[in-house]
């Protein structure tokens, strides 16, 4: 899965309800018991997804190569697709986190095995896998989240902005993004989100009114407005965000019982207040526990298309 729209409306409901699976026994299902390996390859830092893959796999019966740029050949201009053919020799998947999108999409050409992506500059689709997981607990179940409306507030263009259009709209969601101009999507993905989102029933919004998002909202999101590899541009590119800070005010126009999700890492006062995210209705930890299970399940969902194995999914593969 190298970005939200790899699957479909009903292949994302398999996933989440096998996460929700993975949610109330860790040990459903250990796809990869032998042990066999699957590469995690870092070109950035991460403490969530390098922890949730890491003890993911190996709750799933695998053995997790982690592997840094630094301390790989690929940090040394080894090419891509010679790494990936080598990896592919010996893993049952990779997880790649990296920079742009055109690196895991060369990844997955030269592999036989299934390519994750971990976070690229354009999308984020592990977390928001979790981050509906989550909204699907506190919402009674995966059928509900067709028809919730979420709001993204603060940096419109990044990897987390893409990811909420695309995967909210396969839901079946509304998704309204609020971001100043300048930080808004790309057409092509708005584009894209829209016609995913007519198949599916749901509507796409982008504002630069942080109120006309926030307003009537089931789940509010925000992130950095200053992603990993952009820390040189802080001083400039926090200036126009301040609008679209998650505080008390914006959580007010929201539904009473909407809830509040951050992919973290967060820094309190600045996207998001100290109030709010450390308040009644942020569900962060939640969010965070859930990359456990919602990426043991899209591996698990992964590997049992790859060796067209239906005994591994049970009842979600015969509804393929
Ligand atoms: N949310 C997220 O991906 O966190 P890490 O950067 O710590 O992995
Ligand atoms: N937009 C952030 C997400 C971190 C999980 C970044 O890319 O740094």
């Known amino acids: 899965m190298l970005r939200d ?7 994302q409901k398999q996933i989440l309800e096998l996460g929700m699976k993975f949610w109330k026994d860790r040990y459903y299902s250990r796809p990869f018991e032998g042990p066999q390996a699957v590469a995690v390859l870092f070109d950035k830092p991460s403490t969530r997804t390098r922890s949730s893959f ?6 799933l019966g695998g053995y997790p190569l982690v592997i840094d ?12 697709a010679d790494t990936s053919r080598v990896l592919t020799r010996m893993a049952s998947a990779i997880v790649w986190r990296t920079f742009g999108q055109e690196l895991v999409e060369e990844m997955a050409q030269y592999a036989t095995v299934p390519v994750v992506n971990a976070l690229t500059d354009e999308f984020h689709p592990c977390q928001v896998l979790a981050d509906f997981l989550t909204m699907a607990q506190h919402r009674g179940g995966v059928d509900a989240l067709k028809g ?10 990044n990897n987390m902005a893409n990811s909420y259009l695309l995967a909210g709209a396969t839901a079946g969601m509304n998704v309204r993004i609020g971001a100043p101009n300048g930080y808004l999507p790309a057409n092509q993905i708005v584009e894209k989100a829209q016609q995913i989102a007519a198949e599916n029933g749901g509507e796409i919004l982008v504002t630069t009114d ?30 126009p965000f301040w609008k679209y800070q998650v505080n008390d ?3 007010a126009l929201a539904k009473p019982d909407a809830l509040f999700q951050h992919c973290l890492p967060a820094y309190r006062g600045k996207e998001v207040t100290a109030s709010v995210i450390d308040g009644p209705q942020s569900v962060v ?5 859930n990359r456990l299970h919602a990426q043991k399940a899209l591996l698990a ?3 049992a298309w790859q060796r067209e194995d239906s005994s591994l999914l049970g009842e979600c593969a015969t509804q393929h």
Not at 5 to 11: G, I, K, M, S, T
Not at 148 to 157: E, F, K, P, R, V
Not at 285 to 289: K, T
């Open 249 to 251: 005010e914006l959580m």
């Open 210 to 239: 942080a109120r006309e998002a926030a307003t009537d909202a089931d789940c509010l999101f925000t992130d950095t407005w200053v992603s990993m590899g952009e820390e040189s541009e802080y001083a400039i590119r926090s200036k």
């Open 148 to 157: 919730q409306t979420i709001a993204y507030l603060g940096d419109g263009a």
């Open 54 to 59: 890491s003890i993911g796999v190996a709750e």
């Open 285 to 289: 930890w939640d969010e965070a526990e």
């Open 69 to 80: 740029k630094s301390g790989s050949q690929l940090g040394r201009g080894e090419p891509v």
């Open 301 to 303: 969902w992964l590997v």
């Open 5 to 11: 729209d790899d699957v479909n409306h009903e292949e």
